[in-house]
């Protein structure tokens, strides 16, 4: 885990997009679940912590029109985590979180490349992770995944996920949370 300062503003500016994506957008849209992701991985700088998620995504009717200069290709993800060997007096610590993500296809990653990018209210069964108080148990994430498609119907993909979560300052302290995970997910 940092030991450097909170990162208060970022923390803020991240908890004001959840806020206003969840509470407007994801009750306006009904959504059917569009892919399961599996992701293993650990925290980034933490010792000897590990884990994994299972991730939902759900493809919304359509992207709201305020929305769109995001871009229009938007899903809402949900995703429960189990880290193993993350607190000393309990053998597991989980995370749940869910928020809204955009998948962007730059041309430099071909047809079957992209990046997606969200963010979502997480909640942490824990406030003491590996030692380190978080501060919370209610956390703002923001993601980043590099993906490639799989497969002549490109159903599959693999992707390198990084995820920052952090109470954005609204408890102290707030050191923030960085985690580094290995996807493989399937489009149903």
């Known amino acids: 885990m940092r030991t450097s300062k909170p990162c208060r503003l970022t923390g803020r500016v991240t908890a004001a997009v959840a806020g206003v994506f969840l509470f407007t957008a994801a009750p306006l849209q009904a959504a059917e679940l569009d892919s399961v992701r599996l992701r293993v991985g650990a925290p980034a700088e933490v010792g000897d912590i590990d884990g994994g998620a299972l991730g939902l995504t759900f493809e919304p009717a359509s992207t709201p029109a305020w929305l769109g200069w995001i871009g229009d290709d938007m899903h809402y993800e949900a995703a429960l985590s189990l880290w193993t060997n993350a607190d000393p007096n309990k053998d597991?610590?989980?995370?749940?979180?869910?928020?809204?993500?955009w998948r962007f296809r730059p041309w430099p990653l071909g047809d079957r490349g992209f990046l997606e990018a969200g963010t979502s209210i997480a909640y942490v069964s824990e406030q003491r992770v590996a030692g380190s108080d978080l501060g919370s148990l209610w956390h703002f994430t923001t993601h980043a995944t590099l993906g490639y498609?799989?497969?002549?119907?490109?159903r599959w993909h693999l992707g390198f996920r990084v995820r920052h979560s952090?109470?954005?300052g609204f408890a102290s302290p707030n050191p923030g949370l960085d985690i580094v995970m290995l996807e493989l997910g399937y489009q149903l």
């Open 92 to 101: 597991n610590v989980y995370t749940t979180h869910f928020g809204p993500a």
């Open 149 to 154: 498609e799989l497969g002549t119907e490109r």
């Open 166 to 168: 952090s109470n954005a």
